[in-house]
């Protein structure tokens, strides 16, 4: 039985992210108040066994690039069954929000795919949002200049490949200004640079991006019946608005009689970090809809 109308927000994470990142959103959400509970996913998080090399001041980049991954073997079942043990014992309480950023929204999907019974609402951040098989393996219709790409070339660590991860040195930001600052051009431009800092060090070095799979896909009869919501970030430069449009086309493709509900924020693809009553502000206002 039900104990409260009141929605619990349920955050996933954006790629080499982890429950760290939602907390300023959290505190806010708290003021508004809602409850909320963000999510560390296999692999992920204070609980994963990250490479000690990578907290090591000086780092030492060859025991970087051998050390074993917590995220080797993890599938994108793996964090469904995850997020999906986590919604059973927060749904008694009341309905339940869940909101994905970045590459979290292929678990959002593929989350809502499974239990869509256990969800009021589904949320993208600019959140990535696969809604046909074949934006899993042809090129996507779009033109995408995206700034994160070149600049995480300059950070993976090389010959960590062999376990099915991409290692990304987060840290070696810290030691090199220029570096730094088109990571948070990227980012999130709109912080501080204290702000940034503190992102970079909550980061995990290890991303399994084989989640990318036919499970992400946004299936009608299951995640097309689930209200849900895709907040455009106009400085996200990331995953640029132009693939965010994208994104929100093709899936109303999919449900036209259930369109994504856009609304749109001035921010960076991380500004929820540095600029959360901006983003607690837009969520609250989704409650009330998600809880009748």
Known sequence: MRTTSQPTFLFVPGGSSNARAWGPLQNELALHGHRSYAVDLPGHGD????????????????????????????????????????LHRLAP????????????????????????????????????????????????????DNLLDAVAA?????????????????????????????????????????????????????????????????QLARWGRIPHTFVRLSEDLSIPLAVQDYMIRKADELTPDNPFDVRTLAASHTGYFSRPSLFAELLADLAPTAST
């Open 47 to 86: 609980h994963a066994d990250h490479p000690a090399a990578y907290y090591r001041q000086p780092q030492d980049l060859a025991a970087l690039a051998t050390a074993p991954s917590p995220m080797r073997g993890v599938t994108l079942r793996d964090n469904v069954r995850h997020v999906v043990d986590v």
């Open 154 to 218: 300059r950070i993976a660590v090389p010959d960590a490949g062999n376990q099915g991860v991409v290692r990304l040195n987060w840290r070696a930001a810290h030691s090199d200004p220029v570096l730094f600052a088109q990571l948070k051009a990227a980012i999130m431009a709109d912080s501080t640079d204290h702000q940034f800092r503190m992102l970079l060090d909550s980061m995990d070095p290890d991303e399994n991006y084989a989640v990318l799979e036919e499970g992400a896909v946004a």
């Open 93 to 144: 309480s009341g309905p339940v929000i869940l909101v994905g950023n970045s590459l979290g929204g292929l678990t959002v999907t593929a989350v809502a795919n499974a239990v869509p019974e256990l969800l009021h609402h589904v949320v993208y951040l600019s959140a990535v949002c696969i809604s046909d098989p074949a934006m899993v393996t042809e090129e996507w219709g779009v033109h995408d």
